[in-house]
């Protein structure tokens, strides 16, 4: 091998490693992305359903862009699964920013009249006493940065109490 092929293939080596310890680092990012539930809102009620939109403040501590391209989440209201929600519009998340992500639900408000144990689920997420009602969000959002795939898994447990009150002060991320 002479000296010139030498030089080519240690600098090919270093570049190659070089990008492989920057996309690690970057999907490291994308696992430290900041997820925090601010808002609900009961938005309709039929015959068969109760409509909640959940909002979901994302932070994104990494210098580079992360593109959301989907989710797949289970809500649980006292620790009893009621929903789940899901979604494979795509949504970019720039470098060191924060932005929010509006999700859907649909609960079956007869089938959680037995979980709950004949109290309605509107009368549960309309109560005065919010601060003894929990909300939990469990799943995975698939994410990519610079091309790379992964799914990131959620797990966020708080009160109804403490969502109305995230909306009025600063991101706990």
């Not at 929010?100 to 509107?122: G, R």
């Not at 549960?124 to 009602?133: H, P, W, Y």
């Amino acid at each position: 091998m002479s000296g010139g092929t030498k030089i080519l293939f240690g600098s090919l080596t270093a570049a190659v490693v070089a990008v492989a310890v920057f996309i690690t680092i970057s999907i490291n990012d994308l696992l430290r992305v900041c997820y925090e539930l601010t808002e609900y809102k009961l938005k309709s009620i039929d015959d068969k359903y109760v409509y909640i939109d959940l909002k979901l403040r994302v932070k994104n501590p990494a210098k580079l862009n992360i593109t959301i391209k989907g989710y797949y989440i289970d809500v649980f209201i006292n620790n009893k699964w009621v929903a789940n929600t899901q979604n494979k519009d795509k949504k970019v998340i720039h470098g060191g920013t924060t932005d929010f992500i509006e999700m859907a639900s649909a609960v079956n408000h007869q089938k959680t009249w037995a979980v709950f144990q004949s109290q309605s689920i509107l009368d549960l997420l309309s109560s005065a006493n919010t601060k003894n009602v929990s909300v939990e969000l469990r799943g995975k959002f698939h994410g990519s940065v610079l091309g790379y795939s992964i799914n990131v898994p959620i797990k966020i447990k708080t009160s109804l109490k403490e969502i109305e009150e995230s909306a009025k002060k600063p991101s706990a991320c």
